[in-house]
Antibody, heavy 122, light 110 residues
Framework: EVQLVESGGDLVQPGGSLRLSCATSGFSFSSYEMHWVRQAPVKGLEWVTHITSSGSTIYYADSVKGRFTISRDNAKNSLFLQMNSLRVEDTAVYYC???????????????WGQGTMVTVSS | QSVLTQPPSASGTPGQRVTISCSGSSSNIGRSAVNWYQHLPRTAPKVLIFSTDQRPSGVPDRFSGSKSGTSASLAISGLQSEDEGNYYCSAWDDSLNAWVFGGGTKLTVL
């Protein structure tokens, strides 16, 4: 069974740091591009960051650029999100998601984890 | 303010047909495929429609997607109570080099 399991969410003070992990199983992790998507309380989904299968190309949303770092360990089938200089507005459930492409190279997020809650508050 | 614009709410009675719109621009919907995600309470988001009009296996044919120019639509026919939840459109934006989502539409089955 294909699974994504996030962990690492916690309560942290503004300006603090947190590292999220996404453990994967049931598929060839090293072949897939991966993403982090978040949902703030009473808000919609917001894409956060994306890493290609080899880790060679990375994109970030403007809202987290310079503060968050995505990485992966293909040997351990794991995805990570290092979050620094956290702000109150970073409070959200963070989901990791797998991307698949169709024959025309259009992508979609076909598998999602259950999410991990990050609360930034003093 | 989301890059893609959806109505905040939609509703219908069981058996009815409901349509949810998603408006974008030439840098996203205008040149890319659109995906729709269903997010039910206390569950992970799930892809409902990918590549604008394709259904993953297991998604009933009551759900369909379409696109015209810089706008896309999700249609749900034969509305059921279990369809109640939030629906999001999404597309890649070439100008932002980012995936963008709509603000979400909360569907209520009356």
């Amino acid at each position: 069974e294909v699974q994504l399991v996030e962990s690492g969410g916690d309560l942290v003070q503004p300006g603090g740091s947190l590292r999220l992990s996404c453990a994967t199983s049931g598929f060839s992790f090293s072949s897939y591009e991966m993403h982090w998507v978040r949902q703030a309380p009473v808000k919609g989904l917001e894409w956060v960051t994306h890493i290609t299968s080899s880790g060679s190309t990375i994109y970030y949303a403007d809202s987290v650029k310079g503060r968050f770092t995505i990485s992966r360990d293909n040997a351990k089938n794991s995805l990570f999100l290092q979050m620094n200089s956290l702000r109150v507005e970073d409070t959200a459930v963070y989901y990791c998601a797998r991307e698949v492409r169709d024959s025309r190279r259009f992508g979609n997020f076909d598998i999602w984890g259950q999410g991990t809650m990050v609360t930034v508050s003093s | 303010q989301s890059v893609l614009t959806q109505p905040p709410s939609a509703s219908g009675t069981p058996g009815q047909r409901v349509t949810i719109s998603c408006s974008g621009s030439s840098s996203n919907i205008g040149r890319s495929a659109v995906n729709w995600y269903q997010h039910l309470p206390r569950t992970a988001p799930k892809v409902l429609i990918f590549s604008t009009d394709q259904r993953p296996s297991g998604v009933p044919d009551r759900f369909s997607g379409s696109k015209s120019g810089t706008s896309a639509s999700l249609a749900i026919s034969g509305l059921q109570s279990e369809d109640e939840g939030n629906y999001y459109c999404s597309a890649w934006d070439d100008s932002l080099n980012a995936w963008v989502f709509g603000g979400g539409t909360k569907l209520t089955v009356l």
